[in-house]
């Protein structure tokens, strides 16, 4: 009444309602302390709605397979693989980071810095994590950082050599094997394997190997780059080769210039998707970059030596036999057969090649076959032998299948139905010492384990540059261009900052057979080792058709 109720009511109708939300916000927040609201409130919700980037989740050891009280120790403690990585070092640094097994490690570092800047001198095991980390191969190829990441695994190798392991890859296996040709006819129609449209060196990865690079060589990705842009944006990328073009055949002056080198060949060189006035210095710069490239693998560089000593296969001590592709009926016959000759040899007697490659016991000595195959591989890596010992000798050819073979997968495009009971006659055969089988090469979205456990498929689309495929298992960005987890980013970037338009502006190029429009044939790429060639008969202006 004497002035002072008014001011009174309105402070406390202010400062009750306050006192509340206060004493409210104080609950969640010891709520949210104890974990159980973080997931409550942000379930659901995307990175841009909860204002944050979700960490991925935390890796999983390799699953255990049951033990027995005569396992030992080693086979007991847990170990981490790693997948197809393809010239993305910066995935393979965040997964090496997030295994916490190196300490010191820095996982942080820059898509481009080397392993040096790391100092793996201090780099020191995390005995408590696990026991090893395992590699399962194709370090190179498709990705603009493979030397950075086959520098980075080599120095893991070097400084935790029984705990770290990285074996051979199909991509490492064709590297090696292109070292001795001459850019010449191949298995390939023309040129190499790292030439081949759908399998090749990222662009910008041939400047990691030059001296020097100056503007001139800048320019030449950029058109690199746009060039094949157009051949995954034609469809083309099983007729297309990244190389210089080869001598026109005898009666090219008749044809046009992409189908002169189609009918010669079963290619077309990469210049032909470019203008005119470009491709004489495509080609000459190319032929440096590539050069350049297999040169940093001789078997005389440090490089080269690492990758001519990698196992073709790895026999954990838990059972689990790692190879890069898979294992075949014929490949585990020949396994027991290595195994008979290396028992007999070191019973100094002659092998008695009937290729049961049974011991004393009945059983095959899976091991002797793992040890067997990785030395004879290596004795015959040299540049000067590789050739002829995968072609020619029936070890050479199994190696091979070993790194590209699919039919262990229970998918309808590889093994199907039966890839499981045809999984388990196969480790059978392999003997007792041989429990499970895990694979990389054949990507999915995630890894896979199947077949009642005994099949582990481990490339999970880690790193995917040229296609516009992946997921979000590695950061993005970075100096390399675009982001890693989503291969198309890097590609749109460079393409806008390319110099000219298009050589196939206003002339759409198909590729038909028997006159039939077949655009979709490159499918027949994913059904083997090169048949699709033969499905293609032609390629031309879309013009002539009509």
Not at 141 to 151: A, C, I, L, N, Y
Request: aromatic fraction near 8%; charged fraction near 25%.
């Amino acid at each position: 009444r004497n002035g002072t109720a008014g001011p009174l009511r309105v402070t406390m109708a202010w400062f009750l309602p306050s006192l509340v939300a206060a004493l409210l916000a104080v609950a969640v927040h010891l709520s949210l302390r104890r974990g159980g609201g973080v997931k409550k409130f942000t379930d659901g919700l995307s990175d841009e709605e909860t204002g944050h980037q979700q960490q991925p989740p935390k890796p999983n050891a390799v699953p255990p397979l049951a033990t027995s009280d005569s396992d030992s120790a080693a086979a007991r403690r847990p170990y981490f693989a790693i997948g197809d990585l393809h010239g993305d070092v910066r995935c393979a640094r965040h997964w090496i980071g997030r295994t916490g097994l190196v300490e010191n490690f820095r996982p942080e570092s820059s898509s481009s810095a080397a392993p040096e800047e790391d100092d793996p001198e201090g780099w020191s095991w995390n005995d408590g994590v696990g026991s090893a980390l395992i590699f399962v191969g194709d370090y190179v190829d498709k990705g603009p950082t493979s030397r950075q990441t086959v520098e980075l695994v080599r120095a893991l190798t070097l400084r935790f050599p029984d705990r770290v392991t990285a074996i051979l890859g199909n991509h490492e296996l064709e590297l090696l094997r292109d070292r001795s040709g001459d850019g010449g006819e191949s298995r390939w129609g023309w040129g190499g394997y790292h030439q081949l449209a759908y399998a090749s060196a990222h662009p910008a990865e041939y400047l990691n190997y030059l001296d020097d690079v100056d503007e001139k060589d800048e320019f030449v990705v950029d058109l690199l780059y746009n060039a094949s842009a157009e051949v995954y944006g034609l469809r083309h990328h099983s007729v297309a080769k990244i190389a210089p073009p080869p001598a026109r055949p005898a009666g090219a002056e008749a044809l046009r210039g992409a189908e002169s080198y189609y009918r010669a060949y079963n290619m077309v060189p990469i210049t032909e998707y470019m203008e005119p006035r470009h491709r004489e210095l495509v080609a000459e710069r190319l032929g440096v970059f590539q050069r350049a490239y297999l040169d940093a693998y001789r078997s005389d560089s440090e490089l080269g030596r690492w990758m001519e000593d990698r196992p073709v296969m790895h026999l954990s001590p838990d059972g689990t036999l790692f190879v890069h592709g898979g294992v075949s009926g014929d490949a585990a016959s020949h396994l027991a057969e290595l195994a008979a000759e290396a028992a007999a040899e070191e019973e100094g007697d002659a092998p008695s090649g009937d290729g049961d490659g049974d011991g004393d016991d009945g059983r095959v000595d899976a091991r002797a076959a793992v040890d067997r195959v990785n030395a004879l591989f290596r004795s015959h890596a040299h540049e000067s032998k590789l050739a002829e010992f995968l072609d020619d000798t029936p070890t050479g050819r199994a190696i091979d299948e070993l790194v590209t073979y699919r039919g262990n997968h229970p998918h309808d495009h590889y093994g199907g139905e039966g890839a499981c009971s045809s999984l388990k006659s196969i480790l059978d055969a392999l003997g007792g010492g041989v429990r499970r089988l895990a694979v990389g090469h054949t990507p999915d979205e995630s890894v896979r384990v199947s077949c009642d456990g005994t099949f582990l498929a481990a490339d999970s689309l880690l790193g995917r540059w040229i296609r516009a495929s992946g997921n979000d298992y590695c950061p993005g960005g970075g100096e390399g261009g675009g982001a890693s987890s989503s291969g198309g980013e890097g590609w749109r970037r460079r393409r806008r900052s390319a110099k000219g338009s298009s050589a196939l502006e206003g002339r759409e190029l198909c590729l038909f057979r028997g006159g039939e429009d077949v655009r979709g044939a490159d499918r027949a790429v994913r059904r083997g080792r090169g048949d699709h060639v033969d499905t293609l008969k032609y390629i031309v202006p879309r013009s002539k058709l009509d």
